[in-house]
Nanobody
Framework: QVQLVESEGGLVQAGGSLRLSCAAS????????MGWYRQVPGKQRELVAV???????NYADSVKGRFTISRDNAKNTVSLEMNSLKPDDTAVYYC?????????????WGQGTQVTVSS
């Protein structure tokens, strides 16, 4: 079984920075994709950023130039550095790991962590 454990989010003022981390443990040696999603009440969960095992990253347009995703394959961790935060970034952030292992697809989620950006 796989577990994804996120670091605590927090409250930050607009323009500030925050770093989220997620540690994965379990039976999968290397996840194909690791990423971060976010969700606000009443809206669908949306992709923030995703990075593959080779280090190629993709970002939502709303966070490009402000957020940076990184991963450590040896430790099975993924981090999200968030700069120039805006009130619109307020959401519950979820860590995700997905891919295919031994022909079986997988899709794991962390428990979510609250990020609140005050104006």
């Amino acid at each position: 079984q796989v577990q994804l454990v996120e670091s605590e989010g927090g409250l930050v003022q607009a323009g500030g920075s925050l770093r989220l981390s997620c540690a994965a443990s379990g039976s999968i040696f290397r996840f194909n994709f690791m990423g971060w999603y976010r969700q606000v009440p009443g809206k669908q969960r949306e992709l923030v950023a995703v990075i593959d095992s080779g280090g190629t990253a993709n970002y939502a347009d709303s966070v490009k130039g402000r957020f940076t995703i990184s991963r450590d394959n040896a430790k099975n961790t993924v981090s999200l550095e968030m700069n120039s935060l805006k009130p619109d970034d307020t959401a519950v952030y979820y860590c995700n790991a997905r891919g295919v292992a031994a022909t079986r697809p997988y899709d794991y989620w962390g428990q979510g962590t609250q990020v609140t950006v005050s104006s």
